[in-house]
């Protein structure tokens, strides 16, 4: 796990979003955030999440319980990937246990616009390609 100046550390378990990997529709990435999530970090944190939906049918996790902070700009990353994942037909879901997070969706009227879970899915994660077995692929956000 890595940070950035604002505070951002991204894990990604399932995949890594340099290497290639073959289709398996039934095996999400799940992608852990924690810290803040805004103006600073939104620039990084989009390059990866556009490398991680950039196949076909991309099934993608957004762990969101460890993110303290999020503004206008994390909440533009979050609304970039969803198009992403839509327009190439995939699933993404994010997993937020915030009433304060929920409340700010709907204010911004985005409430209805994700999948939003209290917990992660039960479902076993794409093994990391080219890593380690069992090993999380930690993704640098600089």
Not at 130 to 135: C, V
Request: aromatic residues 2%.
């Amino acid at each position: 796990m890595s940070r950035n100046r604002t505070g951002l550390a991204v894990t990604t378990t399932g995949r890594s979003p340099d290497a290639p990997e073959p289709h398996e529709p039934d095996r999400p990435t799940v992608v852990a955030l924690r810290g803040e999530i805004d103006l600073g970090s939104a620039t990084p944190l989009t390059m990866r999440l556009d490398a991680l939906t950039s196949d076909p049918s991309p099934d993608l996790v957004l762990d969101l319980r460890g993110v303290t902070f999020i503004d206008c700009a994390g909440l533009g990353v979050l609304c970039r990937v969803r198009n992403r994942v839509e327009a190439r037909a995939g699933r993404l879901r994010l997993v937020s246990d915030s009433a304060r997070f929920r409340g700010m969706l709907r204010l911004v009227d985005l409430d209805e616009a994700f999948e939003i879970a209290a917990g992660l899915p039960d479902v076993t994660s794409r093994p990391v390609v080219g890593g380690d077995s069992g090993a999380d692929a930690r993704v640098a956000v600089r």
